[in-house]
């Protein structure tokens, strides 16, 4: 399961560095699990003793704090990271790739941040040298952060730190906590899906096959019992839990994106019903390479998900191209060309492709989905 990411960032001197730092305490009494990054001091690792000021330089090293932020927390640690980086780029990378981050601007007057001057560096900006991050013409400050904090330099800061936490406390409740509910309150269908008995038929008895977001393994059942050898995944523990332990299924709690001991397996089959919807693209574009890199040979993988025609489609909260909050939880409708065009471009072939209303309906709710069957080619 992901940790979080504090990504606090400001003008040199607005107190990031301060702010992390208490932040990072008052997070330590919660998570065991939590490492603290600071701009100064990454910057010596990742540039030794040649800084490179430009902007390019000064960019190059914004990424590689986003990608060791997105590697740890991917591990599960809550990573709180001080750096300026005043770049939208690196901070548009960062929502689409790192979950559960959270920006916080530091927002000081300038005149307050020259007066102070801790590293000297204003002075050295007004001399006209170019090393002053932020004072730019170019300098790109926050569009949209999470929380913004007005520093006052009043060592008020308990009160940032409860403010911090206080916005950013719903948006780190996890897709988990939703699917941990459902899977404890009884609500689960139990019985194998119809996407499951349709994908059965082009699957051969004794062979592998690893099932993404496998819920409470209803389908994972049915594979095992066909006599195939199933791996199941799922990032809701409730759900892993509810496993009958007397079938031969190695179930793991995981996030199926990112569990790369997984991938290291080879398989025949890669079923996934309902889990591509509930990523997103950018995890879309992680999971496929996995998946075909772990495939052998005409290896086959089946995708159900929901589509861009669905009626669900556009209920809720939009928070991204085709990606709504809706009944409390994620989807992210596909365009089914779309979905094609990537797996083809990794190598599969299209076997079957179908879109239809009709391919689970269940009390009346008839979702419209796309039915995929993808098989590695050769190389």
């Known amino acids: 399961m992901y940790g979080q990411v504090f990504w606090i960032t400001g003008l040199s001197g ?14 330590k009494k919660q998570y065991s699990q939590i490492v603290l990054l600071d701009g100064d001091v990454l910057k010596r690792l990742f540039s030794s003793d040649n800084v490179d000021y430009s902007s390019e330089g000064r960019k190059k090293r914004g990424f590689q704090y986003s990608e060791l932020c997105k590697l740890l ?19 548009d990378w960062n929502r689409l790739h790192i979950p559960n981050y959270h920006e916080v601007f530091i927002d000081v007057d300038l005149e307050i941040l020259a007066k102070r001057d801790v590293k000297g560096l204003y002075s050295i900006f007004r001399s006209g040298a170019d090393a002053m991050v932020g004072l730019a013409d170019n300098a790109e400050l926050p569009k949209n952060p999470d929380v913004v904090i007005h520093n006052k330099m009043d060592n008020d800061i308990e009160l940032y730190l409860d403010e911090i936490l206080q916005k950013t406390a719903n948006k780190s409740q996890s897709e988990n906590k939703y699917w941990d509910d459902y899977y404890q309150s009884g609500r689960a269908i139990n019985v194998p899906s119809d996407f499951a008995k349709f994908a059965l038929g082009y699957m051969q008895t004794n062979m592998k096959l ?13 594979f095992c019992e066909a006599g195939l050898k199933v791996t199941a995944v799922d990032s809701s523990k409730s759900a892993i839990d509810t496993f009958d332990d007397s079938l031969p299924i190695f179930a793991v709690c995981d996030d199926f994106v990112t569990a790369k001991a997984l991938f290291c397996v080879d398989y025949n089959y890669c079923y996934a019903r309902w889990s591509i919807h509930a990523i997103n693209q950018a995890q879309q574009d992680e999971l496929l390479p996995n998946v075909y890199n772990a495939l052998k040979k005409d290896g086959l993988f089946f995708i159900e998900a929901r589509t861009i025609n669905d009626a669900k489609c556009g209920r809720g909260k939009r928070i991204g191209v085709n990606e709504f909050v809706c009944d409390y939880h994620y989807r ?43 098989r590695k080619s050769l190389q």
């Not at 607005?14 to 997070?27: F, N, P, Q, S, W």
């Not at 591990?75 to 980086?85: E, H, K, M």
């Open 332 to 374: 992210r409708f596909i365009e089914p060309d779309m979905l094609a065009q990537s797996l083809k471009a990794l190598g599969f072939a299209i076997d079957y492709i179908e879109q239809s209303d009709a391919f689970s309906v269940v009390n009346g709710d008839a979702p419209t989905l796309v039915r995929v069957i993808a």
């Open 210 to 222: 690893i099932d993404l977001g496998c819920g409470n393994g209803r389908d994972s059942a049915l």
């Open 73 to 91: 927390a991917y591990q599960g640690i809550t990573v709180i990271c001080c750096t300026i980086a005043m770049f939208d780029d690196i901070r």
């Open 14 to 27: 607005a107190g990031k560095t301060t702010l992390g730092t208490r932040l990072y305490y008052r997070l």
